[in-house]
């Protein structure tokens, strides 16, 4: 079944450790995202990438990084992990149709910085 | 800067009864407007988007939503509820004349729909 897939699902990591949060699309969609999911907050935009070798900053972007060296692959990396990037992280892809198109999610990855 | 505003945390109604999920928006410029749903530890589903035409955009499952240029809202509604229903709503807004894809939501409204 075409979507996205996030791995790892479920993560622990101490602090101060880098991490790599990896996203694939095989819907050949031309835009990629990421968001954090915090309660009250609801979803705050990250990074994101109009088109495979750009990429902009969102809402929280700090301590974050992205590439998008192709069209199905966005990881998003935490270089220096601390308490505070304790979040459900979602990744997602919207097809280009002017710009119209709906966002497709994954299924999300929990990261707990300890 | 696009930003959305969902001033609703949460949203009790009873089933069969309309419901509404409040969403005001601020764009410089063409409001590209969504909602989706998310139900627990599950990622989003689109449920519908206005882009132009129509001021009442029909989604999925029944759910519709009105576009109110002068009030830059775009509530979600549904004439009767499920207890089905019942997850936590998303408004998102996108610059339709900027130019990319960036795509802002709201905090979220959880919907309880009691039987």
């Known amino acids: 079944i075409a979507g996205i897939t996030q791995a790892p699902t479920s993560q622990i990591l101490a602090a101060g450790r880098r991490m790599t949060l990896r996203c694939t699309q095989d819907m050949r969609h031309n835009a990629m995202y990421w968001y954090r999911q915090d309660l009250g907050l609801g979803l705050r935009l990250i990074h994101y990438?109009?088109?495979?070798?750009?990429?902009g900053k969102g809402e929280v972007p700090d301590g974050y990084s992205v590439s998008r060296a192709n069209t199905d692959d966005f990881p998003l990396t935490l270089a220096s992990a601390v308490p505070s990037q304790t979040s459900v992280y979602f990744c997602?892809?919207?097809?280009?149709?002017?710009?119209?198109?709906?966002?497709?999610f994954g299924e999300g990855s929990r990261l707990t910085v300890l | 800067a696009q930003s959305v505003a969902q001033p609703e945390d949460q949203v009790n109604v009873a089933e069969g009864n309309p419901l509404t999920v409040k969403c005001t928006y601020s764009?410089?410029?063409?409001?590209?407007l969504f909602w989706y749903v998310q139900y627990p530890n599950r990622g989003l589903q689109f449920l519908l988007k206005?882009?132009?035409?129509?001021?009442l955009v029909k989604g999925s499952y029944g759910f519709e939503a009105e576009f109110n240029k002068s009030q830059t809202s775009f509530h979600l509604k549904k004439p009767s509820a499920l207890v089905s229903d019942s997850a936590l709503y998303f408004c998102?807004?996108?610059?339709?004349?900027?130019?990319?894809?960036?795509?802002?939501f709201g905090a979220g409204t959880r919907l309880f729909v009691k039987a």
């Open positions: 206005y882009i132009t035409g129509d001021n």
């Open positions: 998102a807004v996108r610059d339709g004349d900027t130019g990319g894809f960036k795509t802002i």
């Open positions: 990438s109009n088109t495979a070798g750009t990429t």
């Open positions: 997602a892809s919207s097809a280009d149709r002017g710009r119209t198109g709906e966002l497709f």
């Open positions: 764009v410089s410029g063409n409001p590209y």
